[in-house]
């Protein structure tokens, strides 16, 4: 499989051949970018069983629809299927205290 990636606002989706879907987020997880996160990972073109990182390296902030994004769309993916990436020390925090880390992998 080649790569390919396709911008869209706020988010970058590649998939390098190695069955692993990536989704590079920059901004806020407000409710624009979480919409459109949601859209992109429930649009039924991810199997269950694929691994899908969200790179939080560049949101410095997560709001409640950023959350609640997380907590739909980690029941599509089999356990341990979702994986965020890089979240800064707040973010970190915030999905730990939220109780997110039982359903999405926090690296």
Excluded: C, W, Y
Aim: glycine content about 10%; overall charge negative.
């Amino acid at each position: 499989m080649g790569h390919s990636t396709q911008r869209i606002t706020g988010i970058t989706d590649s998939e390098n051949g190695d069955g692993v879907k990536r989704f590079a987020l920059k901004g806020n997880l407000d409710e624009e970018l979480s919409s459109q996160l949601e859209k992109s990972l429930l649009s039924g073109s991810i199997p269950a069983d694929q691994k899908v990182i969200l790179d939080f390296a560049e949101v410095p902030m997560v709001t409640p629809d950023g959350i609640r994004v997380l907590l739909n769309t980690s029941f599509q993916f089999d356990e341990g299927g979702l994986i965020v990436e890089n979240p800064n020390n707040d973010v970190q925090q915030l999905l730990r205290t939220v109780g997110l880390e039982s359903l999405v992998k926090i690296n």
